[in-house]
């Protein structure tokens, strides 16, 4: 290994430590409450050293929810465009790819479960909110999209498919919070299978008998 891989190892480590400690106080105190001087103690750094990482608060928060939020947009926007599949696989999939960001960007995961609209109107600037956003919204629309599909292969009662959509999201999200905040530690993880049999439940009670 060269002096200059050596270096940029070196510093991507940093730049992950600073956001795994930023993101355990992010999510311990919210957004607002938490302060650039609380992060630096928590990593075990001096603030100056973070600065030499991140511009502020809101350059910190936003690198650690972005790019995954980015990349299950991305990752949905794919498995929505087949037009040819089954909705129902459509669906596992989607929750499925979500369920992959909750295990794989953990960090990421809980701090946009702890999103707030109101909060972050008035401390992150316009065009970063709305990118996050929009990100939130394209991921909305990808289900609602499946749901549509459905109806349209005649496998799906003709529903409302944006509030079905929401639905599902929001068991998702419901399973995972509630499984997590009462989960002892060394117990069964129950969590993906609820998620799946709740999937179930909907898609049965979508389907046209």
């Known amino acids: 290994m060269g002096i200059a891989e050596r270096r940029q190892r070196e510093k991507d480590a940093r730049i992950k430590h600073i956001q795994n400690c930023a993101a ?3 999510y311990k105190k919210g957004y607002g409450e938490t302060t650039m001087d609380e992060i630096a103690k928590t990593a075990e750094l001096s603030k100056a050293a973070i600065y030499l990482y991140f511009k502020s ?14 990349r299950l947009a991305r990752r949905l926007i794919r498995i929505a ?3 040819r599949e089954p909705a129902e696989a459509t669906v ?3 929750i499925s790819a979500t369920n992959e960001l909750y295990e794989k960007d953990y960090d990421a995961y809980h701090l946009l479960s702890r999103y707030s609209a109101a909060e972050y109107v008035k401390l992150l600037p316009k065009a970063k909110l709305e990118h996050l956003k929009e990100l939130m919204r394209s991921n909305l629309r990808q289900m609602e ?10 496998i799906f009662e003709a529903v409302d498919a944006r509030l079905i959509s929401v639905i599902l999201w ?3 999200m ?6 997590e905040n009462r989960m002892e530690p060394g117990k069964t993880d129950y969590r993906k299978k609820t998620i799946d049999a709740t999937v179930e439940l909907i898609l049965k009670g979508l389907r046209k008998l």
């Open 24 to 26: 355990a106080v992010f």
């Open 57 to 70: 608060k809101e350059d910190l928060y936003y690198s650690i929810i972005e790019p995954a939020l980015s």
């Open 81 to 83: 465009s087949d037009r």
């Open 92 to 94: 596992r999939k989607i």
């Open 145 to 154: 999209a499946a749901v549509r599909k459905g109806i349209a292969q005649g």
């Open 170 to 172: 929001n068991c998702f």
């Open 174 to 179: 419901g399973v995972i919070q509630y499984q």
